[in-house]
């Protein structure tokens, strides 16, 4: 996930994740059957309330979790997951799967075919970790380096990529073993680079289709899991419609004109325009942005220019960020920023030359599948352990696939019950914990969203 801002969940429970879902399990469909019902007579989705909760065997649950401790034992970076990605091939192939690999560079999609018609569903899990040193005390914690711009680092997965995978994997194992029941076909994503392809390369999502991942198999829906730190065990966040920002990056170079700072009437100082620029930029939200439709965010993070005390240079180099969460005032945003920037710089004589680099749009889930979904959700976690996510203002290249098919993205909690949530360290951090209690429940929604997804259609 990239530049990920902390959610707070607002969802207070009164019983442990492990106590609820349990009984869950131990209620099975009986249960399961009576909450989707209610739910689906208020949604319209009465197609999935006598569907059955498919659970996965303590076995695979075990081996979910030893994939996981490999997988973070072994991170690797941005385009750069050559293991990862051949340890989920032998794994898909075992199963029998049609499996491709090497799309996006290490990319890796697997099709099961069910034994009866029906519509095809893709699962998606990222792999890439990220340039971190992990500071937890887990026996299985990472040592590994390697090479991010030009430099040998770290690498930890700080952002639970290796619980993605582990959890897609256990459910190709799971849904393989019951293919005469399913109905459609399903497609297993494995997408790298998440985090974003290093300089000078491309890659994730936006690569993966543009080498043709859906000419392989054009999907009906997508779906996708994030861990959350911010989120107790087993708790899922939803949401209708935008749910992550679009992530967009700018440059401005404020060209002047050099002299010596004792005349600064010899030239045209950069550094002043620059902190003009600065602060009209920052009107585009607070004044020209229509924040009661959606937020907008505009940061400057990078300010660079002079080489001495005394001489007013001739250049001063912007770098910021803008995220926000709607196509058309993503757009204007862009306008605006390019136009205060050179009407600013020409008012004092100066020229601004702006560069916007267009990243991940916004991640919008589908309210319709969201709603035909929910039930099948409840019934694998419990309503109590869901709650409304609130918009994030980190992005997430899972929107590429969003503005293909009708999708779903949610977040999977991972904080141990007893512990806040709020003060738990973030994703990102070299702290970063999982409770990997949490592997059977994403696992089961997996499965359980590409069996229901069917019949809701």
């Keep these: 996930m990239i530049a990920l801002i902390t959610l707070a969940s607002t969802f207070a429970a009164t019983t442990t994740i492990q106590n609820s879902y349990a009984q869950n399990s131990a209620q099975g469909s009986a249960q399961g059957s009576a909450q989707s019902s209610a739910q689906a007579m208020s949604s319209g989705a009465n197609a999935t309330s006598s ?10 649950e075990q081996r979910v979790i030893e994939w996981r401790r490999d997988l973070h034992q072994h991170p690797e970076l941005s385009n750069r997951e050559f293991r990862t990605s051949g340890v989920v091939a032998d ?42 040193q992990e500071l937890t005390d887990v026996p299985f914690a990472s ?46 994503i494995f997408q790298p680079a998440e985090e974003g392809a290093p300089e000078g390369e491309e890659g994730g999502a936006e690569l993966m289709l543009k080498e043709g991942l859906f000419d392989i198999a054009k999907p009906d829906a997508v779906f996708g899991i994030h861990v959350w730190s911010a ?5 899922i966040g939803y949401r209708q419609g935008p749910l992550m920002a679009s992530s967009d990056r700018f440059e401005i170079r404020v060209l002047g004109e050099q002299t010596h700072g004792s005349r600064p009437w010899g030239g045209i100082d950069p550094i002043v325009v620059a902190s003009q620029i600065i602060n009209n930029v920052q009107t585009i939200v607070s004044r020209q942005v229509n924040i009661t439709k959606a937020p907008a965010v505009v940061s400057f993070g990078i300010v660079e220019g002079g080489v001495r005390n005394n001489i007013i240079p ?16 993503r ?14 710089a020409a008012a004092s004589g100066a ?5 916007i680099d267009e990243g991940y749009p916004v991640t919008v889930n589908n309210p319709d599948l969201v709603t035909q979904m929910l039930p099948t959700t409840e019934r694998i976690v419990g309503r109590e352990n869901m709650y409304e996510a609130d918009l994030v203002t980190g992005a997430e290249d899972f929107s590429f696939y969003a503005l293909e098919v009708p999708s779903m993205f949610v977040f999977l909690g991972i904080t141990p019950p007893g512990q806040d949530p709020a003060t738990a360290p973030s994703n ?5 914990y999982a409770d990997e209690n949490s592997l059977r429940v994403g696992t089961e929604l997996l499965i359980n969203w590409a069996l229901d997804y069917p019949s809701t259609r």
């Design 428 to 432: 990102h951090s070299p702290y970063f």
């Design 331 to 344: 757009s204007d945003i862009f306008a605006k920023l390019t136009n205060a920037a050179e009407m600013t």
């Design 351 to 355: 020229r601004a030359e702006v560069t």
């Design 231 to 235: 989120a107790t065990t087993g708790h």
């Design 91 to 132: 794994h898909l192939r075992s199963l029998g799967l049609e499996v491709t690999t090497d799309i996006a560079h290490t990319g890796v999609v697997a099709i099961l075919r069910g034994a009866q018609p029906g519509p095809t569903v893709a699962l998606r899990a990222d792999m890439d970790a990220l340039p971190v």
């Design 314 to 329: 001739d250049e001063v180099y912007l770098e910021g960020t803008i995220r926000n969460f709607d196509m058309a005032i």
């Design 143 to 188: 040592t590994a380096t390697g090479e991010y711009r030009g430099r040998e680092v770290s690498v930890m997965h700080a952002c639970g990529h290796d619980l993605h995978v582990a959890m897609l994997m256990g459910a190709a194992e799971h849904l393989a073993g019951m293919q005469e029941q399913i109905a459609g076909d399903i497609m297993f």
């Design 51 to 60: 569907a059955q909760h498919a659970s996965i065997s303590d076995a695979l």
